[in-house]
């Protein structure tokens, strides 16, 4: 079997009420969908996120006239050629081989988010092309996964006290664990919210905070501290973001609270340093942000080997695959109760995976199980 052609289509659905992390603001949901056409018929399909679109579908295009041609099987030699791209050949002057010159730098977020397309489509395939869903392929079984919803963002005009009604509907909708955004502004205010949140949920609900890197390393060892009363489940990327494994590990020594972290990590060798450092219990790599499924079962491997938890960051009809993989290192997947948060979950799918009482339940599709619904697409193509 030969790839043959691959096609990008960016997206990009708005949301009635933008919201705010404690990082950025966002008026919508952005994706990018990858199709992998191969000589046999078969084609791949892949749903990553990233930005700016047009540069990361741009290098989709440039990984395309490279890839083809290839055995989409070959899933770790095409992952091997394209991240080695980004590294220096010595073979200056770099045309010699007929391939482009070292990656820049400064695109490293795009090149590796590219790398995730192509990489997620060619395990669709090979999971279509063995008849089998990925789940079985890897080894696992179809058990139920449990999964928490987020919600807690900050939006314009609401109260900071709306989460707990937010979050506590989710619970009355039968999730049993639920996960509440941080750090919009002061300590004070979290105590507060997190408070009212679990009073509102019931001692039996897990509950996670995500801080999205809103604290210093002295003051974050405070917030520990007070708000460990609440049985949190974990605090997620709770330091800014210049802090480090050592950093983290520090952290995790000084409060009795477990430790997330690494949905914006490119690779495995620095998720590796958090695990290994001692300062994260759960690891949130995001195979559609940066690098793709290959390079998220290796981390999954590492969670394993080192006690610790892989509890992917979104996609859950991608990700359920890596935790059906790994039963002993897999907790938690994240999943969004809320259709306006994640329009794009909600709607785009004509078959993925389903959440019911809390768990994402995968089905017996072969490859990753998606089938793309392209009137919606078109109705939000970017
Ligand atoms: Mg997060």
């Not at 290839?70 to 045309?95: H, K, M, N, Q, S």
């Not at 509440?180 to 919210?193: H, N, Q, S």
């Not at 408070?195 to 949920?201: K, P, S």
């Not at 759960?282 to 690098?291: E, G, I």
């Amino acid at each position: 079997m030969k790839i043959t052609k691959i096609r990008t289509h960016p997206l990009f659905a708005p949301i009635k009420e933008p919201y705010w992390t404690a990082q950025e603001l966002s008026k919508g949901v952005r994706a990018i969908l990858t199709e992998v056409e191969t000589d046999e018929g078969l084609v791949g399909y892949s749903k990553i996120q990233g930005a700016p679109q047009t540069d990361i579908c741009d290098w989709i295009a440039q990984f395309a006239e490279l890839v083809v041609g290839r055995d989409p099987l070959e899933t770790t030699e095409i992952w091997e050629f394209l991240f080695g791209l980004t590294c220096p050949r010595r073979r200056v002057p770099y045309a010699e081989d007929g391939l482009p010159p070292p990656l820049p730098r400064s695109a490293r977020p795009q090149t590796t988010a590219a790398l995730a397309a192509i990489d997620i489509a060619l395990w669709d395939i090979k999971g279509k092309a063995a008849g089998m869903p990925l789940w079985k392929l890897l080894g696992g079984s179809n058990e139920p996964i449990l999964s928490y919803s987020t919600g807690g963002y900050f939006r314009e005009g609401r109260e900071m006290l709306a989460c707990v009604d937010e979050l506590a509907g989710f619970v009355a909708k039968g999730y049993k664990a639920v996960k509440c955004k941080m750090g919009f502004e002061t300590m004070e205010d979290d105590l507060k919210r997190i408070a009212a949140v679990r009073d509102a949920i019931g001692p039996d609900t897990k509950l996670m905070l995500d801080m999205n890197a809103c604290y210093d390393l002295r003051t974050c060892i405070e917030f520990g501290n007070r708000v460990s009363e609440n049985n949190i489940t974990w605090m997620e990327e709770p330091l800014h973001w210049y802090l480090q494994p050592r950093d983290y590990a520090k952290l995790a020594a000084n409060i009795p609270v477990n430790l997330a972290h690494g949905e914006r990590e490119l690779t495995r060798f620095t998720i590796r340093d958090f695990i290994v450092g001692g300062g994260i219990n759960y690891v949130q790599f995001d195979s559609t942000r940066h690098c793709g499924l290959t390079e998220c079962l290796r981390v999954a491997q590492i969670c394993e080997q080192y006690g610790v938890f892989i509890v992917p960051h979104h996609a859950s009809e991608l990700h359920g695959h890596v935790a059906a993989a790994f039963p002993n290192a897999s907790f938690m997947l994240e999943t969004h109760g809320d259709p306006e948060r994640d329009p794009v979950w909600h709607h785009l799918f004509k078959e993925r995976a389903q959440v019911k009482d809390s768990y994402v339940h995968l089905n017996e599709l072969p490859g990753i199980g998606i089938e793309f619904d392209w009137d919606f697409a078109k109705t939000i193509a970017a």
